[in-house]
């Protein structure tokens, strides 16, 4: 069974601090792992796609990696802002042609001043 | 914004009633997707449309009941709906494309918040 788990499920930090949020999946066969963001009540926005050959692609204040032998990732956001606030899932691709995702539980996020 | 617009934003309806939820995408897309976002659950998928065409029903019940016109919109009919169906309706488009080296990102509308009573 294909499956997505992110941990810590909620993490509150301080304005100007980092963190890094984990993901663990089973989704066979692999094709390529999402990090999305998603504000309260909005649908989610992408933040980055990598494929089983790219360890690491950065958006800006954000970077992520992937571990494809440990079937691991993580998200890592640098100085966070109050906008940063939201909830962050990790999805993972089945195949490329098809487009079936597998979706995390999602980090809720809170970025304090 | 995304490019996938959804309407209404809210909506708030009684077990009796009948009600339709809008999707449309501005991107050129092929592929159309149906979602539903409890609290505190993964995004579960619910219909899936390729080229107009339903590939995906996850085992939905019949009080949902998705139609898509052509390649731009998608709807999301309801009736005789139950509290539980209370939750974000998320809607999302792609452009589906073979092989290794696509993405087929999704891009997601805003969302219907429904709450049923």
């Known amino acids: 069974k294909n499956q997505v788990e992110q941990s810590p499920q909620s993490l509150i930090i301080l304005e100007g601090k980092n963190c890094t949020l984990q993901?663990?999946?089973?989704?066979?066969?692999?094709?390529?792992l999402r990090w999305y963001k998603q504000d309260t009540g909005r649908g989610p926005v992408s933040l980055t796609i990598m494929t089983f050959s790219e360890n690491t692609k950065s958006n800006g204040r954000y970077t992520a990696t992937l571990d494809a032998d440990t079937k691991q990732s993580s998200l890592h956001i640098t100085a966070s802002q109050l906008s940063d606030s939201a909830s962050y899932i990790c999805?993972?691709?089945?195949?490329?042609?098809?487009?079936?995702?597998?979706f995390g539980g999602g980090t809720r996020l809170m970025v304090k001043p | 914004e995304t490019g996938v617009t959804q309407t209404p934003r809210h909506l708030v309806m009684g077990m009796t009633n009948k009600k339709s939820l809008k999707c449309e995408q501005h991107?050129?897309?092929?592929?159309m997707y149906w979602y539903k976002q409890s609290a505190k659950k993964p995004l579960e998928l619910m219909f899936v449309?390729?080229?107009?065409?339903?590939?995906e029903n996850n085992s939905v019940p019949s009080r949902f009941s998705p139609e898509c016109p052509n390649s731009s919109h998608l709807f999301l009919h309801l009736h005789t709906l139950q509290p539980e169906d209370s939750a974000l309706y998320l809607c999302?488009?792609?452009?589906?494309?073979?092989?290794?080296?696509?993405?087929?990102?999704?891009?997601f509308g805003p969302g219907t918040r429904l709450t049923v009573l």
């Open positions: 991107l050129g897309h092929n592929a």
């Open positions: 993901c663990n999946y089973t989704v066979s066969p692999f094709s390529n």
């Open positions: 999805v993972g691709n089945v195949t490329s042609a098809g487009n079936m995702l597998t």
């Open positions: 999302a488009s792609s452009q589906l494309a073979e092989g290794p080296s696509s993405y087929n990102e999704q891009f």
């Open positions: 449309y390729n080229f107009k065409e339903q590939t």
